[in-house]
């Protein structure tokens, strides 16, 4: 199994146990006299099979991870840079308080120009994330 088959595995297994969370809450308590349609005992039983297998998921893919660690991080901190620059204010504005403007250091165009750099950034990083994925056996 290559880390893409990997990392879809563990979103299935996420999906799984959440499922299984949500029966065994619905399930462990019914009203007298209705049919308790999953067994308690058995999706605890599976839960924690499921757990087990996301355990060692999940610890496969990060040790197969560790020779990109530092563009995965990069990644996560290029996309926190984006958002904050998406949400700077960069227009002139009269305050709604005096007759007086506000202007930014960072104007629109600078700013949409850092956008434009780390977007770039972000697909570089990803698709070279992509091809390790694709190739590293876990």
Known sequence: MNLKQALKEKNNLKAKIALTQDRLKSYNKVEEGLERVYDPHELYKQLLEETDKLIDIKTRIQKANVPILSKIYRLSEVKGLIATLNRLDCDASR????????????????????????????????????????????
């Open 95 to 138: 305050s709604s308080y005096s007759n007086l403007y506000s202007y930014p250091a960072i104007g629109v165009m600078e700013r949409d120009a850092f956008l434009s750099a780390f977007q770039l950034e972000v697909e570089k990083i990803q698709e070279e994330i992509d091809s390790f994925n694709f190739v590293t056996a876990v």
